[in-house]
């Protein structure tokens, strides 16, 4: 019985001391959330040299009878030439007649060049929703940054249905 007490008091003298340690006047610093996260994302700008949106964009039906429609879209290839501060990628479907967006975003920074691949993304669309046999609808490539939203690419697609 003795050694239970003396463990339980250990533990709390821990608990206590790491606290005390570790709060707003002690000694250790605990890291703060990553910085590029929490510190000034969507600002700057970057340099896009090329993008490739190739290949079609579908809605298949799920596996199940209730699942709904998934959109399946090609891999967006962005080559990018320089960053400057933390822009971000942003790849969006827009779906017109069923009123369907889809975004996918990718944060840049300055060490973060070269070729990035950006998927859309799938979430389920409601069967209800979807009636005709095809859609019209536009893949794009957007740049976040300092400066707004400047679209580095864009292309007009029909997006068929698969049942």
């Known amino acids: 019985m003795q050694i239970d007490r003396v463990a339980v008091w250990w533990v709390v003298l821990v608990v206590l ?3 005390a340690l570790t709060g707003p006047v002690g000694v250790l610093q605990v890291p703060a959330a990553d910085p590029f ?4 994302l969507g600002e700057g700008s970057a340099a896009v040299e090329a993008v490739s949106l190739d290949g079609p964009v579908r809605l298949e039906r799920g596996d199940f009878e209730d699942s709904g429609y ?3 879209a090609p891999t967006a290839a962005v080559e ?3 960053v400057t501060g933390k822009p971000m990628l942003v790849y969006r479907l827009d779906v017109g007649g069923i009123y369907v967006s889809r975004r996918q975003t990718l944060a840049l ?3 973060r060049t070269g070729r990035h691949t950006i998927d859309i993304d799938t979430s389920p669309i409601e069967p209800s929703q979807v009636q005709a046999g095809s859609y019209e609808g536009t893949l794009a490539v957007d740049v ?3 400066d707004g939203r400047r679209t580095v690419a864009r292309r007009n697609v029909t997006v ?3 049942r």
């Open 80 to 82: 990018v030439a320089s």
């Open 17 to 19: 001391g790491v606290t």
């Open 37 to 40: 996260v929490s510190e000034g």
């Open 144 to 146: 976040r940054g300092s």
């Open 160 to 162: 068929e249905v698969i």
């Open 70 to 72: 998934f959109v399946r």
């Open 109 to 111: 920074a300055p060490d």
